[in-house]
């Protein structure tokens, strides 16, 4: 990426505490409102991105970036209002990012015509997570909060019940090279303990396929989305949540086309279009195991782990969590944000970091 483009970063402060509370799905809500707000604001067409669970990171052009920063306090301000979760937010740029030893380099991963994930490489987002983080490092970059405009959520909704597994483990799973071997490697040890590979479009791999969606009406998500979409117009909101939800729902059971809905389009769309692998300087899943699979998996991990090769966060969940951000469904632009529920990434997170900083001692001690 260009030296004067932007990592903007949003990230809720102790998430840990509101999974605690069982509010991650609303966790989960207000990451995805960070992309949401900045894609409807600027362009998506231009704003690399990559959800994680209980924040985002974007990547967004010098000339965009005040808009960009508008749309994002707009959501921290409304997390605070509404949601009572703190968001902090940073927008820092790349050329910093590489004075500190990082860089930021992106690939598209095309999930379907129109929609695209970001493989972004460089270490540059570790570097700008940390610096977001740190009170002093940030408050240079920080986002500026008061009198924040409501942000642009138009398209944000989470109708859908959580995807239950059917194998018997949802696992969110972060690992990362020490450098020791490549990318690659992994990619296969992984397949050789699933049966598949993981960062491929295998149908073994998807989660959001038409046999273990979910709706119920109401939508128990519908309140979440009223919340963030509509504050201080909770009815008018609410009626048109519940209005589109009876329409979906008749198209849903008839396989009728209602406007520009299309059941028999949208459902093997959706199974496309969802954000459960991503790849770039880390490896991050959300997979549906079996316990013979998950016991394979961890132990080629741990086994990898104590050998210096890679580090690794894991997190095991009964059901999985999916935000969907529909852009403009008659030209199938939509995507859908999964997550392990009960803290999926968040706490895959956390204990990635702590294994790292572990690797980190122990290769200073033998120094």
Sequence with gaps: MPDDWY?????????????AQGRYKEVNMVGAAAIAAVLNRIGSDRVPFVFGGDGAMLLVPKHDVEAACDALAGVVGLARQVMELELRAAAIPVSHLRVLGGDVRVRKYRLSPGNHLA??????????????KDQEKS?????????????????????????????????SLIVKPSGRIPMQDILRGLADKLGYDPSTDDSRARLADKSRLRFRFPPTGTRHEVRLGSP?????????????????????????????FDPKRYF??????????????????????????????????????????????????????????????????????????DGGFSFAAAEFKKRQAEMTAKAAGQA
């Design 232 to 260: 201080g117009r909770h009815f008018r909101g609410r009626a048109k949540a519940l209005l589109e939800a009876v329409v979906f729902m008749i198209s849903y059971h008839t396989g009728w086309r209602i406007g520009p």
């Design 268 to 341: 093997p769309e959706l199974g496309l279009n969802t954000d459960h692998r991503k790849v770039g300087d880390s490896l991050q899943l959300v997979l549906d195991m079996t316990p013979e699979q998950l016991g394979r998996v961890e132990e080629y991990l741990k086994a990898g782990y104590a050998a210096g090769d890679l580090v690794y966060g894991l997190h095991v969940s009964a059901s999985a969590l999916m935000t969907c951000f529909v852009e403009d469904i008659s030209n199938s632009r939509h995507i859908h944000f999964v997550d392990g529920a």
């Design 139 to 171: 408050r240079p970059f920080a986002i500026s909060i008061p009198d924040a405009a409501l942000p642009p959520l138009d398209g944000l909704s989470c109708r859908w019940e959580p995807l239950p597994s059917q194998n018997g483990h949802i696992v």
């Design 119 to 132: 493989m972004i490489l460089g270490d540059g987002l570790a570097i700008a997570d940390r610096i977001l």
């Design 7 to 19: 990592v903007l970063a949003a990230d809720i402060v102790r998430s840990s505490d509101a999974v």
